[in-house]
């Protein structure tokens, strides 16, 4: 508590005139005491002067034991004022001692309080990392890898039961919407992907080439191309640029509408938001994935004739024939059967972060970030145990 004594120090004048112009922060001391005195436009029109003030009050923090802030000759306050006075505040609380802030009017006292609830960020720990420190952070990524999984599983089981819901009772499934995003997944996507994958195509094509040419096997580079693109590339280059792309974009919508409490109104007016905002995205996905794929691969291996044509002299008629003989219904089928698992996974991961977003724009930009960045570590991995399985069973 206050020494009440402190309220009657010459000098100190709690709200009986209001002094105008240049900022300043008078220090008035007695006994264990210090009182500073705020006056003047603390506004952020006085950037440089506030900073250089509350840069050398700051110093005296532990100085005192009691320190308070008297703001009621401060004539003119802003969100740059406030923040410095709360910022001066926090300095100078020490040893379980709270600094006080005294005489804000009422004007003022909702902004510093508003700018008092915004949480401080932690202090840098500057001492050597500990075993027990490092354990801790394992611990903890151990436990968010645990949380992530779990919202998934979750999120698959919801949009699974959805599409259950939809089955029993086909009137609730929403087409123009399914249609909708098909078109925003799949055919706008469609420029993007050939092009990539063309110039993947053109691209391990000319280096197939460069290399084998030194062994006289030019021709084999048809086989590494037929192979590559039909089982693995194509499929994972088009998962990772839809993880990017589309996976990015369901995480904004999602996260805008949870601001914008949209989501919290769906279920006040009885819809699942489930069943309207995540069923025709997930379905669009995966309808759009294996579609892309096929394209994406057709470009691929385009692109790669006429590298090898114009560069590495093998002939259109050559390279279809080698091709026909090199690749098997196997490859294609194999390229397929991922897209529909990727595309399944990339919608989880982006509905999953976009109804994690908060009410800020800073966690919507990290959910975004968060939702392509895990979208495109699922792909790989699943693109691995893909390969594992698909090798054990001999396709």
Same mark, same amino acid.
């Given at each position: 508590?206050?020494?009440?004594?402190?309220?009657?120090?010459?000098?100190?004048?709690?709200?009986?005139?209001?002094?105008?112009?240049?900022?300043?922060?008078?220090?008035?001391?007695?006994?264990?005491?210090?009182?500073?005195?705020?006056?003047?436009?603390?506004?952020?029109?006085?950037?440089?002067?506030?900073?250089?003030?509350?840069?050398?009050?700051?110093?005296?923090?532990?100085?005192?034991?009691?320190?308070?802030?008297?703001?009621?000759?401060?004539?003119?306050?802003?969100?740059?004022?406030?923040?410095?006075?709360?910022?001066?505040?926090?300095?100078?609380?020490?040893?379980?001692?709270?600094?006080?802030?005294?005489?804000?009017?009422?004007?003022?006292?909702?902004?510093?309080?508003?700018?008092?609830?915004?949480?401080?960020?932690?202090?840098?720990?500057?001492?050597?990392?500990?075993?027990?420190?490092?354990?801790?952070?394992?611990?903890?990524?151990?436990?968010?890898?645990?949380?992530?999984?779990?919202?998934? &599983? $979750?999120? !698959?089981?919801?949009?699974?039961?959805?599409?259950?819901? /939809? =089955? +029993?009772? #086909? %009137?609730?499934?929403? @087409?123009?919407?399914?249609?909708?995003?098909?078109?925003?997944?799949?055919?706008?996507?469609?420029?993007?992907?050939?092009?990539?994958?063309?110039?993947?195509?053109?691209?391990?094509?000319?280096?197939?080439?460069?290399?084998?040419?030194?062994?006289?096997?030019?021709?084999?580079?048809?086989?590494?191309?037929?192979?590559?693109?039909?089982?693995?590339?194509?499929?994972?280059?088009?998962?990772?640029?839809?993880?990017?792309?589309?996976?990015?974009?369901?995480?904004?919508?999602?996260?805008?509408?949870?601001?914008?409490?949209? &989501? $919290?109104? !769906?279920?006040?007016?009885?819809?699942?938001?489930?069943? /309207? =905002? +995540?069923? #025709? %995205?997930?379905?669009? @996905?995966?309808?759009?994935?294996?579609?892309?794929?096929?394209?994406?691969?057709?470009?691929?291996?385009?692109?790669?004739?006429?590298?090898?044509?114009?560069?590495?002299?093998?002939?259109?008629?050559?390279?279809?024939?080698?091709?026909?003989?090199?690749?098997?219904?196997?490859?294609?089928?194999?390229?397929?059967?991922?897209?529909?698992?990727?595309?399944?996974?990339?919608?989880?991961?982006?509905?999953?972060?976009?109804?994690?977003?908060?009410?800020?724009?800073?966690?919507?930009?990290?959910?975004?970030?968060?939702?392509?960045?895990?979208?495109?570590?699922?792909?790989?991995?699943?693109?691995?145990?893909?390969? +594992?399985?698909?090798?054990?069973?001999?396709?």
């Amino acid at each position: 508590m206050l020494d009440p004594s402190l309220l009657h120090w010459p000098g100190i004048g709690w709200g009986v005139g209001i002094v105008s112009g240049d900022p300043t922060l008078e220090r008035i001391a007695r006994g264990n005491g210090l009182a500073l005195c705020a006056a003047g436009s603390w506004t952020a029109r006085f950037a440089p002067d506030l900073e250089r003030i509350v840069a050398d009050a700051e110093k005296l923090a532990g100085s005192r034991p009691n320190i308070f802030i008297d703001v009621s000759q401060v004539s003119r306050l802003d969100t740059f004022g406030a923040w410095l006075i709360e910022r001066l505040r926090r300095s100078l609380t020490q040893g379980g001692v709270e600094a006080k802030i005294a005489g804000l009017s009422a004007n003022y006292s909702t902004l510093v309080d508003e700018v008092r609830r915004v949480k401080a960020s932690p202090a840098l720990d500057a001492s050597p990392v500990s075993l027990t420190g490092m354990l801790d952070q394992i611990g903890r990524s151990v436990a968010g890898v645990g949380a992530t999984l779990v919202g998934l &599983i $979750d999120m !698959l089981g919801a949009v699974l039961a959805a599409g259950g819901r /939809v =089955l +029993i009772r #086909p %009137r609730g499934f929403r @087409l123009t919407s399914t249609v909708h995003h098909l078109e925003q997944v799949c055919w706008r996507a469609v420029p993007i992907v050939v092009l990539i994958t063309f110039l993947i195509g053109c691209i391990i094509a000319q280096q197939g080439i460069f290399h084998f040419r030194q062994f006289g096997a030019d021709i084999f580079v048809v086989d590494m191309l037929g192979v590559l693109v039909l089982r693995e590339i194509g499929v994972l280059l088009v998962a990772i640029m839809v993880a990017g792309r589309s996976g990015s974009a369901y995480t904004a919508e999602l996260g805008s509408m949870k601001m914008r409490e949209e &989501i $919290d109104a !769906l279920r006040t007016m009885g819809f699942d938001p489930i069943e /309207v =905002l +995540i069923l #025709p %995205r997930m379905l669009a @996905l995966v309808l759009a994935l294996p579609i892309l794929a096929f394209l994406g691969a057709m470009a691929a291996l385009y692109g790669g004739g006429l590298v090898a044509w114009l560069y590495g002299g093998v002939e259109p008629e050559a390279f279809l024939l080698r091709l026909r003989d090199a690749i098997s219904i196997n490859h294609f089928t194999v390229g397929l059967i991922k897209a529909p698992v990727m595309a399944a996974v990339i919608g989880i991961v982006a509905c999953v972060e976009g109804l994690a977003v908060q009410g800020s724009a800073e966690s919507l930009g990290q959910h975004t970030t968060s939702s392509v960045v895990k979208g495109i570590f699922f792909v790989i991995v699943m693109d691995g145990v893909f390969a +594992i399985f698909f090798a054990s069973i001999g396709m």
